[in-house]
């Protein structure tokens, strides 16, 4: 049995939300918010480029199947994983669950090629010190983060968490292709310490801070 | 309506909510209640917890309704809602269930005081009880009925609807009436 008292609080709440009630503005389609981050994105990361200036084999290195190969997997996490997070800023994600498995997938190949290269290459892990990658790495991420955070709240998930890793996701292919793009280091060690944990450090932030702003 | 399936009633009202009919988000909230009711009860063991998420998803669906999208659905948009807030109650529930064990335990140990000292013992009962409440729940109450300030005044310092307001100062007397009693 309800206790009756709540019951009655339960009709009042009813009756002050039908109160409160204006029409609405309703969320843009994700599609379209998706679409929209991923033009920013591309100029963001366009004009950001021509400041720092792309890697000078970059025309060598595009006929390097193995450098084109992880370019095209970290740019389509990016975008799978930028999709899916507008479309987690639904409650119900518009039905489209399945699309979570995509970045994941690839996510899970981009550890396994950098596990291998890292396992396969003979490599040592630098002394970490500050570095224009840092820089770089900061500036190819802030306003992709900044806008996709914005998007993302511009909706009510009911996956606080796992939007924020698609975030990150999101937010860290971009700038790892844009950083790969720039800097002409090809070294296993200088990508582990110089151009993938920035976005680690940028991924818990995600998980740990960015998760509760989410919470509504 | 003959014809329509409970959904597609759901859908319509949503539809006409987010215009900004009020008389359709009435009927559409009432008919949301048993079914909301019936889905948290065969998962939450206390019927006190499923009327306060009944009440919390209630209150999320206003929050969010103006992402339910009519080409869509109204269910699995409810459902998702729904599962959220019980998810969400029952992982504050347990973060604070040491907390909750000390309130109690607390409040027993000033059963004689309350009887003997009456008004040191209510007072104190009243400050712990206001103390257990959430931080931004107890200024609300706070502000609007110690202090005295108006719904609107406090949605304008808290930067929240008045409805919110009300609701949550509602809310937090309905907590203070049940540690008091």
Do not use: E, H, K, Q
């Given at each position: 049995m309800h206790d009756v008292g709540k019951e009655d609080s339960t009709q009042k709440i009813i009756n002050s939300l039908c109160e409160d009630l204006h029409e609405l503005k309703l969320a843009p389609h994700p599609l379209k918010m998706a679409l929209l981050w991923m033009v920013l994105g591309v100029v963001y990361l366009g004009v950001c480029l021509y400041v720092f200036e792309i890697r000078d084999d970059l025309g060598t290195k595009l006929l390097d199947f193995l450098f084109v190969f992880e370019m095209i997997l970290t740019l389509s996490m990016a975008i799978s994983a930028a999709f899916c997070s507008v479309w987690m800023a639904v409650p119900d994600m518009r039905g489209q669950k399945w699309m979570l498995s995509v970045p994941i997938t690839f996510f899970a190949v981009l550890v396994t090629w950098i596990g291998l290269q890292t396992l396969l290459a003979s490599y040592k892990f630098p002394d970490i010190h500050w570095h224009n990658c840092y820089k770089e790495a900061m500036v190819f991420g802030v306003i992709p983060a900044i806008a996709l955070i914005y998007f993302s709240l511009r909706g009510k998930t009911t996956r606080p968490a796992g939007l924020s890793v698609m975030n990150a996701l999101a937010v860290g292919g971009f700038g790892y292709t844009a950083l790969r793009l720039s800097?002409?280091?090809?070294?296993i060690g200088h990508i582990c310490a110089y151009h993938i944990l920035p976005y680690i450090l940028f991924a818990l932030f995600c998980i740990f801070i960015v998760r509760k702003i989410y919470r509504w | 309506m003959t014809g329509q399936s409970q959904e597609d009633i759901w859908k319509d009202w949503a539809i006409k909510a987010q215009k900004g009919d009020k008389k359709a988000y009435n009927a559409l909230l009432n008919d949301l209640l048993p079914f909301i009711r019936g889905r948290l009860s065969g998962t939450l063991a206390n019927p006190d917890w499923v009327e306060d998420v009944t009440q919390e998803v209630l209150i999320s669906v206003h929050k969010s309704?103006?992402?339910?999208?009519?080409?869509?659905?109204f269910k699995p948009w409810l459902m998702s809602i729904i599962n959220f807030r019980k998810t969400d109650f029952l992982r504050k529930y347990y973060k604070n269930k040491k907390l909750r064990e000390d309130v109690n335990n607390h409040e027993k140990t000033y059963d004689g005081n309350v009887t003997e000292l009456a008004h040191l013992g209510e007072l104190k009962d009243i400050e712990s009880a206001l103390g257990s409440l959430p931080k931004k729940q107890r200024k609300i109450f706070t502000l609007m009925k110690v202090e005295g300030y108006s719904a609107q005044e406090v949605s304008d310092e808290m930067g929240m609807s008045v409805s919110a307001v009300k609701v949550s100062a509602h809310r937090a007397a309905n907590k203070l009436k049940e540690r008091l009693e």
């Open positions: 800097c002409g280091s090809d070294n | 309704l103006y992402t339910y999208a009519s080409d869509r659905p």
